[in-house]
């Protein structure tokens, strides 16, 4: 890509590159019905994830990880607040590249769930979002707590950095996007 486009290597490690919905290296090969994205660094459905404009409920999130085998159940719920960066904020909006945020999400979702034997869901909003409103939820279930926690955290690690949906903070004076040359 950077020997076509030559222009993008000032931007390249700001940038991350996906073809066909799955993150690729610089020096992929091209074909000419390839899907390209370039994906700007993330903010922030399928099985164990979904991606919505309509407000997350954390009761239809808990019946999508209950098990009787498990004990314990950990969720992160991310909301929207007024203070950021110094700056009041007055509302936020979320863009999300979908087709490959939903798979991403769920990818997310899969490998924290096996590797702490955990059953882990995700959700995440996007669209305008009001001050209290829950921008994302991450529900992890598992026979004991530590596990549960573990995948929690994981999920949400995961989906920060690799996840393409995009926030944008408006503030009293203005407005900036989040982890793109703005925060």
């Excluded at 409920?57 to 929207?80: C, H, P, W």
């Excluded at 945020?101 to 702490?116: P, T, V, W």
């Excluded at 596990?147 to 503030?171: G, Q, S, T």
């Amino acid at each position: 890509i950077h020997k076509k486009y030559p222009q993008l290597k000032k931007c390249a490690q700001s940038l991350r590159w996906a073809q066909n919905f799955e993150f690729v290296i610089d020096d992929c090969e091209l074909k000419s019905q390839d899907e390209i994205a370039l994906i700007p660094p993330v903010a922030g459905g399928s099985a164990l994830a979904h991606v919505s404009e309509s407000p997350l409920s954390l009761d239809e999130i808990l019946t999508k990880i209950r098990d009787s085998n498990n004990g314990a159940a950990v969720f992160f719920l991310g909301s929207v607040r007024r203070h950021a960066q110094g700056k009041t904020v007055t509302k936020l909006s979320y863009e999300a590249y979908e087709p490959m945020a939903s798979q991403e999400l769920d990818r997310i979702a899969h490998a924290c769930g096996k590797s702490e034997e955990a059953k882990v869901y995700i959700a995440h909003r996007s669209g305008t979002l009001k001050i209290g409103d829950i921008a994302v939820i991450i529900a992890a279930a598992a026979p004991h707590r530590d596990a549960a926690f573990k995948a929690c955290r994981n999920a949400l690690e995961a989906l920060k950095k690799d996840v393409p949906i995009w926030k944008k903070e408006f503030y009293e004076d203005g407005e900036s996007w989040i982890g793109w040359g703005g925060g």
